[in-house]
């Protein structure tokens, strides 16, 4: 999703050398023997710190400081790459330590589940009325517990993980599927990222359809969901990996490097959270660049989306902190904060600010698609990651 490149749409500049969506790390050995129950901390004292662990990217100084001027406090924030990072953090204690978690996909239902984050009143912040309906409690479910309809987050910011090519290399009707990212007729042409998760679940979602078995009863009789496949589904991904190996000219870390390969003409396609090609969309408007650049949101067989939500921890008891908490997100899901939020952070908000941004920020960050979301399969911890490490270690050394 988010990156520090440079920005379309005269926006400022994120800090350098941040990508938000590294590879996720691997949960930690052992942490689950390091389990810390939750601390709860005095209710009675006014705070002076509200502190979160969060995505850098979102951390934008003008707005934060206007928060702490606002409630006299201190932000203090902790960044992390990705959601395996903050579970750990959070598991060996960090209740302790931080007000405010962000995650995204399935991840909050988790830390709900373990009882790391605490449920939260929508009253209590009036802005998550404002959200598309796509986003709304009675249709986005993930922030809700389905047994007791208890709410534990808030959303903030979305998008997806789906192609970007050039229209003059390959053809539209190509690229609205999944198969384009393993067709040798773009050898030497396509890259992906170096995110082992991503990539099996992708390549997990074509392995079922090819199979038959994405549409069929599952063995843990929920639907289908990409990052829980069979051992036979995994075998599937593991050869088209393999296979797909040889036609790839790189595997990106950063959408610099992405930008870059695309911008060259070096590759055709190359899925990703749409930062680069909001870039290259912004280069082409200001006559920067020749080449015609377009982004498949979901390809025909299904995609992967996600969707990055606040949460409030278990470290907070009812009073002062969690009022500083619902005050806090209350504001940064306020329209003019999340415009904000889009032209410097680049991602696609899940406030409907239609009404303050022009004809072509609509259509960059994608305000007309949110009803896509409901099609994605949304991002989530693999079933098994010592599996999903072997698959991919094989991929590596074949």
């Not at 902790?78 to 750990?88: H, I, K, Q, R, V």
């Not at 289908?224 to 036609?247: H, M, R, S, W």
């Not at 504001?331 to 889009?342: E, F, G, H, R, V």
């Amino acid at each position: 999703m988010t990156t520090n490149d440079s920005l379309p749409l005269g926006s400022a500049a994120s800090p350098a050398g941040f990508d938000r969506r590294k590879a996720l790390k691997t949960i930690a050995a052992g942490a689950a023997a390091a389990v810390a129950m939750p601390y709860v901390r005095p209710a009675s004292a006014a705070p002076t710190t509200l502190r979160a662990l969060m995505w850098e990217v979102y951390a934008i100084p003008e707005v934060i400081k206007a928060f702490e001027d606002k409630h006299n406090v201190k932000f203090s924030p902790t960044f992390f790459d990705g959601n395996s990072e903050a579970y750990n953090k959070l598991r060996v204690g960090g209740t302790r330590d931080f007000d405010l978690v962000q995650a995204d996909g399935f991840w909050p239902g988790l830390y709900y589940r373990e009882k790391l984050i605490r449920a939260i009143d929508y009253a209590k912040i009036p802005n998550t009325a404002k959200v598309f309906p796509v986003f709304k409690p009675d249709r986005f479910k993930l922030l809700t517990d389905e047994a007791t309809g208890t709410h534990f987050g808030v959303t903030w910011c979305w998008g997806s993980y789906g192609t970007t090519y050039n229209t003059a290399m390959m053809p539209k009707d190509k690229v609205q599927s999944i198969e384009c990212l393993f067709d040798p007729a773009f050898s030497g042409r396509l890259a992906t990222s170096a995110r082992f998760e991503e990539n099996i679940a992708l390549a997990g979602i074509l392995v079922a359809t090819r199979m038959g078995t994405k549409d069929k009863p599952r063995p843990d009789g929920k639907p289908f969901n990409p990052y829980v496949l069979t051992d036979e589904e995994l075998a599937g991904v593991e050869k088209l990996l393999i296979e797909q190996k040889k036609l790839l000219l790189t595997r990106y870390n950063d959408n610099n490097t992405l930008q870059q390969l695309l911008e060259s003409g070096a590759i055709a396609a190359a899925p990703e959270f749409a930062q680069s090609y909001r870039v290259l969309l912004a280069k082409k408007a200001k006559g920067e660049i020749d080449a015609d650049f377009a982004h498949q949101l979901i390809p025909k067989e299904g995609g992967l989306g996600w969707v990055d939500t606040w949460l409030v921890t278990s470290g907070v008891a009812d009073g002062p902190t969690l009022t500083l908490c619902e005050q806090f997100m209350d504001m940064m899901l306020s329209p003019d904060i999340m415009k904000q939020q889009a032209l410097i952070g680049g991602a696609s908000t899940t406030i409907d600010i239609r009404s303050i941004a022009t004809p072509e920020e609509q259509k960059l960050y994608l305000m007309d698609r949110t009803e896509e979301l409901s099609d994605m399969y949304m991002f989530d911890q693999p079933s098994s990651t010592e599996k999903w490490e072997r698959v991919w270690s094989r991929m590596q050394a074949a």
